[in-house]
């Protein structure tokens, strides 16, 4: 068994053809496997076609609050072929944005409704993006969410929020953050969750954790969480392995 990094951009152009080099990486690193998280088609069409000579990763596709902008009920109901006729195993990275984009909120919130109920016509799992905007999040789901599966990614808010999100079904995603210095509240939702509600992820090529901060990220590192969360929680690193990757496939059942 080995690590699953539940949330990479790994078809991003920062990654321009290097793919396979970076599942040879991947490999010594002992990691199992990616959820490549495609947000546009082009980083789609290349998951798409890496599919049918490397079974090391799955696919997820949405659209992201932040390029909500560009997108019309058009994009809506191509996103719909695509996850239709394809092997796509969860819809995102979807939800709400606050940081960046403080200025279209009432669309982000339309879209992201829009793609909940895509995700509970096709009975599939989400991956949620919520940044300074987790109560709203929570609200949405809440009211619209059918399915009740899904990841709460880069996990950024309270303890006290991931329970009500687990309470509606989700795990709690960690990234690089938990591995910074001054990240407390990371480090307080690290410590304290249930491994049984957790996963760990890179969210390549952004957000590499100490001590490789300022290189680009990748899916390798996703040890480094890992070992800052069995750290905070006093176990052996081996235990938090087991039970994401457990956990991982509990939700997807990708497993070969
Ligand atoms: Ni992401």
């Known amino acids: ?74 994009d809506i109901d191509e996103l719909e072929q695509y996850l239709s006729n394809n092997k796509i195993v969860a819809l ?3 939800g709400l944005d606050y940081y960046w984009d403080k200025e279209n909120i009432d669309k982000q919130k339309e879209y992201f409704i829009k793609q909940i109920k895509l995700a509970n016509k096709l009975d599939l799992p989400m991956i949620i993006h919520s940044r300074d905007a987790a109560l ?15 990841i709460i990614h880069c996990y950024s808010s309270s303890y006290q929020m991931a329970q009500m999100f687990i309470k509606l079904g989700y795990l709690i995603s ?28 890179t969210d390549s090529p952004y957000l590499t954790p100490h001590p490789n901060r300022g290189k ?13 969360i069995a750290e905070l929680k006093e176990i052996d690193v081996l235990e938090v392995m087991e039970q994401t990757t457990k956990n991982y496939y509990d939700l997807f059942n990708t497993k070969k």
Do not use: W
Request: hydrophobic share 35%; aromatic share 10%.
């Open 1 to 74: 068994m080995g690590y699953i990094d539940s949330h990479a951009h790994l078809c991003c152009k920062d990654f321009e053809n290097e793919f396979d080099q970076l599942f040879d990486k991947f490999k010594e690193s002992n990691i199992e496997r990616v959820m490549i998280v495609c947000c546009d088609k082009s980083d789609l069409l290349k998951a798409l076609k890496h599919q049918g000579t490397n079974d090391k990763f799955d696919i997820a596709y949405g659209f992201h609050p932040s390029d909500i902008n560009k997108i019309n009920d058009n």
């Open 92 to 94: 995102g990275e979807i």
């Open 136 to 150: 709203d999040t929570y609200d949405i789901l809440k009211e619209y969410d059918k399915n009740g599966k899904g």
């Open 174 to 201: 960690l990234a690089g953050p938990v591995t910074f210095k001054n990240a407390l509240v990371p480090k307080d939702v690290a410590k304290n969750i249930d491994l049984k509600n957790l996963l760990i992820e």
């Open 216 to 228: 680009r990220n990748d899916s390798s590192n996703v040890v480094y969480i890992a070992q800052m």
